[in-house]
């Protein structure tokens, strides 16, 4: 195998999914020269077995959900979703999971693509290897690892040797199980549930370990999305421990056990149950880190235990905020950071941002009512429901959904939000700058809302927090 000579540049990207891709861009902007190293697809998960492809295969459903809630369209709708084109569009989406046109935007903009396994083997220097043969890549500034994260599968007896689904197959798949077992009733879980639930499969089945469904954000969405996903015929368990998985074979039926004895039987099993570091074969040892371990970092992104200041982390691989948009804001912190910026990662720990795009959406922001409550803040609640402003009459009949602020009541703002509903997820950037803004409830009454939008919402909301 060829070994290259080093090759030195300003920044070393370890990653090519959208938090590295978005540290390139802005490095190059910079004019920083910056070599990105991945050794699956450029354009990572998000494009190819996450974001993109699961919001694609849950619209078809959700647009005839949307027909269906209105007199007059719901008469239009005949027929069932085309499957074959709900699933080529998928593919569309993906680019058939070919990269060059990400390769294309990369090498556009100046950066360079290392193609391979990239591991860290001494300071500021990353080795990667490739059937091509080794290279030796060398950091005048810093490395950035960007490496993302993979499903992890629980320890249940028999899971890891039974053939299963994680994210990656249950976005990719090209035919519809009649039967699925979903495993996890976090974002993936519920919305892949929903999505093949829609494009035809008989019966869903999620299985929840916990109390309820989407465990970080507010108690009433969890409940509000169980009602909400048993009327379309999913089955929800909660409080539900799986005490083995199994099949007779590759071919046959899966087979969930669970304690107490049920057994929950199908022909798929999506285990959406939580993500782990992609930082096991990264080279960690050499720093005296534990391999397969989430980075820790400071507010700019710097990998506290290494010293120097040379090594950063971003997205996933950091564990603060598990979500795309969350990493590319960290990349954008780190790179001006490396560039010699003040600037740190306030909305890490004030402001991240959520949505999961089920019907009903669920969005939220910033503290929940109990993190505000656990953090010694004077709250107050603010809640109305989505459903009383005059837009909800007109996307249809049967809408619902919660609408509520958490409030700092001794400073009169905003710390939290969270809304269900149809569409809104558009609601969910004005509360991001509110939170993020600090601005006084006072002001925010002078935000006057578009009529007739679901905006409104927050005239209500705002007159119920300042009488609180």
């Not at 647009?63 to 269906?68: D, F, I, K, Q, S």
Request: proline share 4%; glycine share 12%.
């Amino acid at each position: 195998m060829a070994i290259s000579d080093p090759e030195e540049f300003d920044l070393v990207v370890l990653g090519g999914g959208p938090v590295g891709e978005h540290a390139v861009g802005r490095a190059r902007k910079a004019g920083l020269e910056t070599v990105l190293v991945e050794q699956e697809l450029i354009g990572g998960e998000c494009s190819y077995w996450a974001c993109m492809p699961s919001k694609t295969l849950l619209r078809p459903g959700h647009v005839l959900g949307a027909a269906r809630a209105v007199p007059g369209a719901r008469e239009a709708v005949t027929g069932s979703i085309d499957v074959a084109a709900a699933l080529a569009r998928r593919d569309w989406m993906t680019a058939d999971w070919d990269d060059s046109g990400q390769v294309e935007w990369v090498e556009g903009t100046g950066g360079h693509i290392a193609r391979g396994h990239g591991h860290i083997v001494a300071e500021r220097t990353v080795v990667v290897d490739s059937r091509e043969g080794t290279r030796t890549l060398v950091a005048r500034r810093a490395v950035l690892v960007a490496t993302g994260s993979s499903a992890f599968i629980p320890p249940v007896p028999g899971l890891a040797a039974t053939r299963h689904w994680d994210n990656r197959q249950v976005t990719a798949a090209h035919t519809v199980p009649r039967r699925l077992v979903v495993v996890g009733g976090g974002a993936v879980g519920v919305e892949m549930a929903q999505a093949w639930r829609r494009l035809g499969s008989v019966e869903v089945t999620i299985v929840e370990a916990g109390e309820r469904l989407l465990a970080n954000a507010e108690p009433f969405v969890g409940e509000q999305l169980a009602a909400a996903l048993e009327r379309e015929g999913i089955t929800v368990l909660t409080r539900a421990t799986i005490t083995r998985v199994g099949r007779a074979d590759d071919d046959a039926p899966v087979e969930v056990t669970l304690e107490g004895g049920r057994v929950v039987t199908g022909d798929e099993i999506l285990v959406a149950a939580g993500r782990r570091p992609r930082t096991v074969d990264i080279g960690l040892e050499v720093l005296g880190l534990e391999p397969g371990s989430f980075l820790d970092v400071d507010e700019q992104l710097r990998v506290r235990a290494v010293p120097g200041a040379w090594l950063y982390a971003a997205g996933d691989v950091n564990g603060i905020a598990l979500l795309t948009h969350m990493g590319k804001y960290q990349a954008r912190i780190a790179v001006d950071a490396i560039l010699g910026g003040s600037a740190t990662a306030d909305a890490d720990a004030s402001a991240v941002p959520a949505v999961v795009f089920t019907d009903p959406q669920v969005a939220w922001v910033g503290l929940t009512e109990n993190a505000a409550r656990d953090r010694g803040i004077d709250v107050g609640v603010a809640t109305v429901k989505t459903q009383s402003v005059a837009a909800a009459a007109i996307l249809g009949e049967g809408v619902e959904g919660t609408s509520q602020l958490v409030i700092d009541k001794s400073r009169g703002t905003v710390v939290g939000a969270t809304f269900t509903g149809p569409d809104i997820a558009e609601l969910l950037h004005s509360a991001t700058i509110a939170v993020v803004a600090q601005v006084p409830l006072e002001r925010l009454r002078h935000a006057v809302p578009s009529f007739p939008t679901l905006s409104e919402v927050w005239l209500e909301l705002v007159d119920t927090a300042l009488s609180i």
